[in-house]
């Protein structure tokens, strides 16, 4: 099992930027696919970004493609997401998760272990 934290959130104006982070534990960090989801209340987890292991692959959704970039640097065991030109639709609870079958990187159900959650909230 991996324990995932995730920070960075907070309040920001629309147009702003925010980066998230998500500290992972264990040896196994480079193993796995990392993403990134979020939430809000009453709907469904939402996929948002995910990274192959290596760096080398990564993949969004089309609400955040060209606004937003996932990373990860394997030394620190760290996946981040950097978000720019945010949006008031933007506003959720965000999640990384890790992954061990890039075909399903976009389903939640293709995920292992979840972090808490870091609140974004993006006003108008």
């Known amino acids: 099992q991996v324990q995932l934290v995730e920070s960075g959130g907070g309040l920001v104006q629309a147009g702003g930027s925010l980066r998230l982070s998500c500290a992972a534990s264990?040896?196994?960090?480079?193993?796995?696919?990392m993403g990134w989801f979020r939430q809000v209340p009453g709907k469904e987890r939402e996929f948002i970004a995910a990274i192959r292991w290596s760096g080398g692959n990564t993949y969004y959704s089309e609400s955040v493609k060209g606004r937003f970039t996932i990373s990860r640097d394997n030394a620190k065991n760290t996946v981040y997401l950097q978000m720019n030109d945010l949006k008031p639709e933007d506003t959720a609870v965000y999640y990384c998760?890790?992954?061990?079958?890039?075909?399903?990187?976009?389903?939640?159900?293709?995920?292992?272990?979840w972090g808490q959650g870091t609140q974004v909230t993006v006003s108008s």
């Open positions: 998760a890790n992954n061990l079958k890039w075909g399903l990187v976009y389903s939640p159900s293709g995920y292992d272990d």
């Open positions: 264990g040896r196994t960090f480079s193993s796995y696919h």
